[in-house]
């Protein structure tokens, strides 16, 4: 539905995008997630055209975004920060989105923010960081536009209100055949609603996938043996090791998962247990080193 090709973009002589390609389909939720500084905001930004690309192009339904601008009307954007919003109301906001996007529906944006109880007049600097970051998820779908990119969009949002939110989300996505994608360093939220992954790192995707393929493809298990050193393990093809406590060794299986368990298996482990495997893992992994790395 929506595809980014090739897209690169140099800000002060810094590459931030780099041939920047994928797609996302509607129906579906991808989360694009990276550490600090790799180039999310850049990319989103990019793509609804707020920045300009240098190379690249941005299909919807296979026309050129900016050769034909008109599709813009299909596409909604909420930046992490609303501060350009602070100094007009409720009423002036909903004018604005109403006179840019031709399918806003008022009526659907009243019923949700009475859902989520969020004010109906005022001046949106008087609202809470919380409320306002509500008020344009709700804006979003009333636009009924066909693909909504949504950056950091829990961003100040307390814990009942973003369940609500992920939930009202999934529902509006799966209902309504958005294509949503959405930034975040939340890597639990991802987990609920998610089904694709888009991991990013100095300016590239390091990796797109859908996360019940990577469920497939990489096992996390716990296992310790009496006598095996730890170099015999991790020199292992597509082993690597999560954490150690005493003999007991947290390992990522991430390539060719048959082949390293049968090895495993034979060298006689003491506890060998599959654990659930977490999007933290795979950042992790994908994204190298560290795991303090949201
Ligand atoms: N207007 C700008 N002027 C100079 N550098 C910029 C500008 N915008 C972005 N950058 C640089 O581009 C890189 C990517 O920034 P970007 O905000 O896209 O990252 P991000 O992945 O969204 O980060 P975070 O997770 O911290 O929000 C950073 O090194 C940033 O300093």
Redesign the pocket.
């Known amino acids: 539905m929506l595809s980014v090709e090739n897209l690169s973009k140099k800000?002060?002589n810094?590459q931030?995008l780099d041939h920047v390609s994928f797609t996302i389909k509607k129906g579906s939720i991808t989360a694009l997630l990276?550490?600090?500084?790799?180039?999310?905001?850049?990319?989103l930004?990019t793509i609804v055209g707020i920045l300009d690309a240098d190379t690249g192009k941005v299909l919807y339904n296979d026309q050129s975004i900016q050769a034909n601008p008109g599709l813009k009307q299909d596409i909604v954007f909420i930046p992490?920060s609303n501060a350009l919003f602070k100094n007009y109301s409720v009423k002036e906001i909903i004018s604005f989105y109403d006179m840019i996007y031709p399918n806003f529906n008022q009526k659907k944006l009243f019923e949700l923010l009475n859902k989520f109880n969020l004010p109906q007049q005022g001046m949106f600097r008087s609202f809470s960081k919380g409320t306002r970051a509500m008020f344009f998820i709700a804006v979003s779908f009333s636009t009924q536009a066909k693909v909504i990119i949504l950056?950091?969009p829990t961003n100040g949002l307390d814990p009942i209100i973003k369940k609500q939110m992920l939930q009202h989300v999934i529902e509006e996505v799966a209902e309504n055949d958005i294509a949503l994608l959405l930034?975040t360093?939340h890597l639990n939220e991802v987990e609920t609603i998610a089904d694709h992954v888009l991991f990013?790192k100095e300016?590239r995707i390091a990796e797109q996938v859908s996360l019940e393929e990577l469920n497939q493809r990489m096992k996390k298990i716990q296992i310790a043996f009496k006598e095996v050193h730890l170099l015999q393990i991790t020199n292992l093809k597509g082993v690597k090791l999560l954490q150690q406590s005493g003999r007991v060794l947290t390992l990522l299986l991430a390539q060719d998962t048959a082949n390293a368990m049968e090895i495993l298996e034979s060298m006689n482990p003491i506890l060998l247990e599959e654990l659930p495997l977490t999007l933290e893992d795979l950042f992790v992994h994908t994204l190298g080193g560290e795991l303090d790395v949201v």
């Open positions: 800000i002060e810094q931030v990276g550490r600090n500084g790799v180039g999310k905001t850049t990319l930004q992490d950056d950091e930034s360093h990013m300016g």
